[in-house]
């Protein structure tokens, strides 16, 4: 049967309250009983001072010096006198031919030889009789008295019970007391178990504690309890978190401990390690022993250990890859794969376009530069200065047409959520269009006309579905030619999206390699033709964006009958 704690820790105070109680019953009984000893052993001494003083005053006969006094002495007193070689000289108990023995040795004899005083409890070795023995040294005695030990001594000598009696009321109350603190412990301590029982479920738990200081320590367990159970559940949530962040990541990832066994990794890391390594791979921990990670296993090995960070890159399948490695405090580490291939081509694209840019400025400030240092260091007439003056004024024109289209660009691509959306109705924009390249139209005798555009509305933003059709239709003036017709049309709608034709009837493009490369920036289909017919030369990239933009596409052909032809759809909701 198991025993319950309140159930031990009463065993427990009842032991050691035992032992105690024995103890001071012990050590008190022991005591009164040396009290009670002394006590009668001073009667016993004052006794032997009679027989001396009545010795002294018959020195000569010491039989008549105990008879003269016998009678002030109890009758049960024994009296002895032993000279000091032990040799018995009297004793009133024992007739004299009877005491032969030598009592030299006798226990009281020999204390009292060496202390004056001696006693002892013993069965007589001459009567056979239990006598208590007490010796007093004298001049030339031992003067020896003794009390039979019998009931009336024995009850003398024994300690009063009611001492005993106390003790055992006081052991009786101390164990209820006891039985009473360790119900209240064990209640407590009941509850406790009870709690440690339910406590995966700590909301619904509810216990009542004592209000004592043992309750509020479980309560307070409890608090904390629930409190753990918390942060557990909140640290639980932050790692499947973290866990689904890692495996969603865009880029590999894996852990490994300080002796390089894998502790966790995500599939991207396994995907990049087999286009790297040219096998098909599922242990992370290959990569160790492949020659294109050496420089990796040569830094972990103890290359570069003071620092914990290191970043490479490795070339393979035509791909570009980013290998970082952080080293944590425990010597555990993380390796990162990230396939940069498109971050590299956005980054010459970048560059191109840098130099492209800077090659297309060159040309408009060399001529502004060009034509005013004549005008401001030649001595030319009016005519000639103003017409310098004149051609430095396009130049400039040029120069801001290609640093708004290029700021527009970068605007769409890096801070869409700045252009203001509304709702446009297509057909407006297109009037209004055709009334601001009027006189271009004109002076090439250009058609502009759409079709199927009524009620046709777009949730978007103006300026840039305005710069759609306006740098199509720059596009068509300065390179389709003269005498042509210019036709939107909305051939389809869907859902989400209409979808429209941009067509020409002009000269079109011979050479159709140079089609899929005509929204490109700064691209040329042959080598002047912006600069010969102005223009930016990103015109096509603006309207590529912006279709982009407003969630559309955009492809272009050649017509069978001669000319271009733009197909883009655009979206009819927001953005």
């Known amino acids: 049967m198991k025993i319950t704690y309140k159930q031990r820790l009463s065993l427990y105070f009842f032991l050691i309250f035992a032992l105690f109680t024995i103890g001071i019953i012990v050590f008190e009984q022991s005591r009164e ?31 008549q010096a105990i008879d003269s006094i016998s009678a002030l002495l109890p009758k049960n007193l024994r009296m002895t006198l032993i000279d000091r070689q032990g040799i018995v000289v009297y004793d009133n108990a024992v007739e004299n031919d009877l005491l032969s023995e030598n009592h030299a040795e006798r226990p009281e004899i020999v204390q009292a030889k060496a202390y004056v005083k001696g006693s002892h409890i013993r069965t007589s070795a001459t009567n056979n009789q239990k006598y208590l023995y007490y010796a007093k040294r004298n001049n030339n005695y031992f003067i020896r008295v003794a009390f039979p030990y019998d009931i009336h001594i024995q009850n003398l000598l024994k300690s009063d019970n009611s001492f005993l009696y106390y003790i055992l009321v006081l052991f009786v109350i101390t164990l209820l007391l006891i039985n009473y603190v360790a119900d209240r412990f064990g209640k407590s301590i009941k509850k406790l178990k009870e709690f440690a029982l339910k406590g995966n479920e700590p909301e619904k738990i509810q216990i009542e504690f004592p209000e004592d200081e043992l309750g509020e320590v479980g309560r307070k367990i409890i608090d904390n309890y629930k409190q753990i159970k918390e942060r557990k559940k909140e640290i639980t949530l932050e790692r499947e978190k973290l866990l689904q962040h890692v495996h969603s990541s865009g880029e590999g990832l894996c852990f490994f401990s300080s002796d390089k066994k894998v502790s966790f990794y995500n599939g991207l890391f396994i995907q990049y390690l087999n286009i790297i390594t040219d096998e098909s791979v599922s242990d992370p921990a290959i990569l160790f022993a492949d020659p294109s990670f050496v420089d990796v296993s040569e830094f972990l090995s103890g290359i570069g250990l003071d620092d914990n960070y ?7 399948q035509g791909k570009q890859f980013n290998i970082r490695v952080n080293i944590f405090e425990d010597r555990s580490f993380e390796i990162m794969i990230n396939d940069i291939t498109k971050q590299e081509k956005t980054r010459l694209l970048k560059q191109e376009m840098t130099s492209n840019i800077a090659h297309e400025l060159r040309t408009p400030v060399t001529c502004i530069r060009g034509y005013l240092e ?3 260091g030649q001595p030319l007439d009016e005519g000639k200065i103003h017409n310098f003056l004149t051609k430095a004024h396009e130049q400039t024109i040029v120069l801001s047409e290609l640093i708004q289209d290029m700021s527009l660009i970068t605007k ?18 297109l009037h209004s269009l055709k009334e601001d390249l009027n006189e271009l139209l004109c002076e090439k005798n250009i058609d502009f006309q759409w079709m ?7 949730q978007g933003n103006r300026n840039l579905l305005y710069s759609i059709f306006r740098n199509l239709t720059d596009n068509a003036i300065r390179y389709a030619g003269r005498d042509i017709t210019i036709t939107v049309n909305r051939y389809n709608e869907d859902k989400n999206c209409y979808h429209f034709s941009y067509s020409d009837t002009g000269i079109g493009i011979s050479d159709e390699r140079h089609l899929n490369r005509l929204f490109e920036r700064f691209y040329r289909v042959n080598e002047g033709r912006t600069r010969d017919t102005g223009g930016s030369g990103l015109g096509l990239s603006i309207v590529k964006n912006a279709i982009l933009f407003h969630k559309g596409t955009i492809v272009v052909k050649n017509r069978a009958e001669g000319g271009l032809e733009f197909l883009f759809k655009l979206s009819k909701t927001d953005i």
């Open 452 to 458: 199927n555009m009524a009620n046709v509305t777009i």
């Open 310 to 316: 290191y970043e490479t890159q490795i070339n393979k």
């Open 412 to 429: 769409i691509e890096e801070a869409p959520s700045t252009f203001k959306q509304e709702e446009i109705h297509l057909e407006e924009l």
């Open 374 to 376: 004549i005008a401001l």
């Open 33 to 63: 009983t040396k009290f009670r000893t002394e006590a009668l052993e001073e009667k016993l001494d004052a006794y032997t001072g009679i027989i001396q003083a009545s010795l002294e005053k018959y020195a000569d006969s010491p039989r």
